[in-house]
T-cell receptor
Framework: AQTVTQSQPEMSVQEAETVTLSCTYD???????LFWYKQPPSRQMILVIR??????QNATENRFSVNFQKAAKSFSLKISDSQLGDAAMYFC?????????FGKGTSLLVTP | DAGVIQSPRHEVTEMGQEVTLRCKPI?????LFWYRQTMMRGLELLIY????????DSGMPEDRFSAKMPNASFSTLKIQPSEPRDSAVYFC?????????????FGEGSRLTVL
């Protein structure tokens, strides 16, 4: 079974600081992909960043980067220079074919 | 291009009533997914379609749930009869199936409350 585990139900960060959200996964896929999605209070899920497991280089999208440790099955998200607009639920996901399995999410609070 | 459109945005109904949730995927997308989100279970995949054909419905909770995709631009998720434990936010998402790495585009969700 595919499982995605986010062990931090809530995290808090001060504006302009850096925060890291943790995620571990287990998959039977030989070639797989990992994702972080953001869900703001508006509810709509938005893709933040994705990583192809066969690529060793960690993905980066502006202030968002990942630390992908394949052997440890770890995929953490780092948010640098946190902004008030980053406050949201963050979901880690792995693919199962074309569908995604999501973790339970981490609620990120950003304080001024 | 408009995103994934779901209706209704909110639905309040009484136990035993039939509920129909609707979804219009992004034009040209060939995969459509239905997810359910609750506090207890998080985001669960219910069913997904490829080119209007159901591929995996193993996440559908029970026979009270059914989903259809009569054409490439419309899908429904029906619950009959509804129960209070069906209360959740139901999301529809679509993607272009060029790669499993493809982004899923989500609608804004339908919040269902069953009294």
């Amino acid at each position: 079974a595919q499982t995605v585990t986010q062990s931090q139900p809530e995290m808090s960060v001060q504006e302009a600081e850096t925060v890291t959200l943790s995620c571990t996964y287990d998959t039977s896929e030989s070639d797989y992909y990992l994702f972080w999605y953001k869900q703001p209070p508006s509810r709509q899920m938005i893709l933040v960043i994705r990583q192809e497991a066969y690529k060793q280089q960690n993905a980066t999208e502006n202030r968002f980067s990942v630390n992908f440790q394949k052997a440890a099955k770890s995929f953490s998200l780092k948010i640098s220079d946190s902004q008030l607009g980053d406050a949201a639920m963050y979901f880690c996901a792995s693919n199962s074919g074309y569908a995604l399995n999501f973790g339970k999410g981490t609620s990120l609070l950003v304080t001024p | 291009d408009a995103g994934v459109i779901q209706s209704p945005r909110h639905e309040v109904t009484e136990m035993g009533q039939e509920v129909t949730l609707r979804c219009k995927p992004i034009s040209g997308h060939d995969y459509l997914f239905w997810y359910r989100q609750t506090m207890m279970r998080g985001l669960e995949l219910l069913i997904y379609f490829n080119n209007n054909v159901p591929i995996d419905d193993s996440g559908m909770p029970e026979d009270r749930f059914s989903a259809k995709m009569p054409n490439a631009s419309f899908s429904t998720l029906k619950i009959q009869p509804s129960e209070p434990r069906d209360s959740a936010v139901y999301f529809c998402a679509s993607s272009l199936g060029t790669s499993p790495a493809g982004e899923l585009f989500f609608g804004e969700g339908s919040r269902l409350t069953v009294l």
